[in-house]
């Protein structure tokens, strides 16, 4: 029974691997996550927290805009010819060219419209923020594509490492900012300064797609990218938004004030969403191989024992953060108008540790070839975060922000079996 039960929860040696380097990853990641507004909490006021987390925010969903999905049909096609090396690489090079195109009109575009940004919101004072975000939003669009190589590719290993090196950054360029007294009004230029040096590092792996290539085909496959990324690009943007809607929504209805207090809740919750999409990055090439490779039989069985481990791995670290909060605005030596923020963090980590098992399971519907469904999926989620959110947020602030975030995380269990049950013919 034993040795019957190894084999039906056992894992490839492959996996293990990857999934060491990806959790080491996400460690690190988390840490950084934290440690980011921890020390601008520290030394600067909730005003810089809030102006920093926004233009983030901004920048992550403005990168979806740019990209136009084409890291998801990156992800899709290599993960499918993974095997004929000329292919991968004419994939690669027109989805970069497709990339490059978009990303750099979208760039000029969000560049001319940083002024009616910003008078959305009530102080009117993201403009530096939103400025020095703009060649970020070129250089995530372009490194979204190549990590979306490295994601497909399963080499995991290049995948964190370059994943990781983003976040280090932030770290480091803060630390500058308060050792060497800079100021603080300048701080989110660390994204275009951590972006710039993941493009660096990547830069030997498009050299490489130029020794390979298949020139006749580059074109066709140009057209491709831009059928699946049009259609895959709108479920992108929604699961950033839903990710992101609630500080966005605080930011809009209160003051960038509050906006700073609310942000150290919201990213101690997005530590967690990093590691569930570390999860799924691991696991998206594996929808796609079981499912055409092995039929939906297989598929099932293998979501079942995911959904069963990303509770085991959720639920314990919720509850010790939901413990811990308290201990470490004390023990960081902050504000105690932080502490503000408790309650709302409680609310929405009860949200998310009960649907844990589910939220890696997300791109499940792109995976498997059906890009429109998982636009309708995000987009229905994103319609009811903003409407909660007009009502909640506007009436009861950053408790109001915690609500709509548990909601939307109950949810997503519920719309992903519905989803599945009518166009896979199953539930898990």
Known sequence: MIKSLQNKYSISEKLKVDTFWNLFSYLIIGLCGITLPLLTAKYFNPNILGILNTSLIILTICSQISGFGIHFSVLKYVSEHYK?????????????????????IFTLLFFI????????????????????ITPALYLLSVNKVLL?????????????IVNTVRYLNWIIVLLIFIIHDLPSL???????????????????????????????????????????????????????FNSRADVLAVGIFTNTYMT??????????????????????????LITKYY????????????????????????????????????II????????????????????????????????????????????????????????????????????????????????LTIPVLLNVFTNKFLKFKF
Request: charged share 10%; proline share 4%.
């Open 84 to 104: 004929d090396i000329e292919k991968v690489c004419t994939i690669m090079l027109s989805s970069l060219l497709l990339v490059s195109f978009t990303s750099l």
């Open 113 to 132: 419209l940083i002024n009616p940004i910003n008078s959305l919101f009530p102080e009117k004072n993201m403009y530096m923020g939103l400025l020095l």
């Open 148 to 160: 979306g190589y490295y994601n497909a590719n399963r080499k995991m290993k290049l995948f964190a």
């Open 186 to 240: 300048y701080l989110p230029i660390l994204f275009a300064i951590s972006e710039s040096v993941v493009f660096l590092i990547n830069l030997p792996v498009v050299l490489f797609f130029f020794k390979y290539y298949d020139s006749k085909n580059l074109r066709n496959w140009v057209e491709k990218h831009f059928t699946f990324g049009i259609k895959a690009m709108h479920g992108a943007i929604f699961v950033d």
């Open 260 to 285: 700073g207090i609310y942000t150290i809740a919201s990213m101690l919750v997005d530590g967690f969403i990093q590691l569930t999409i570390v999860l799924r990055i691991i696991i998206n090439p």
């Open 292 to 327: 055409v490779e092995f039929g939906k039989g297989e598929l099932l069985m293998q979501l079942k024992k995911g959904k069963l481990l990303f509770y085991i791995i959720g639920t314990p670290l919720i509850i010790f953060t939901i413990i811990l909060f308290p201990f």
């Open 330 to 409: 004390d023990i960081f030596n902050i504000s105690s108008d932080y502490k503000i923020a408790y309650l709302p963090l409680i609310i929405t980590l009860i949200g998310l540790m009960l649907s844990f098992g589910y939220q890696p399971f997300q791109m499940i519907f792109v995976q498997t070839g059906y890009p429109l469904v998982q636009t309708v999926f995000w987009g229905v989620i994103l319609f009811l975060n903003i409407l909660l959110s007009v009502f909640f947020v506007y009436k009861y602030g950053i408790i109001g922000a915690g609500i709509v975030s548990s909601i939307i995380y």
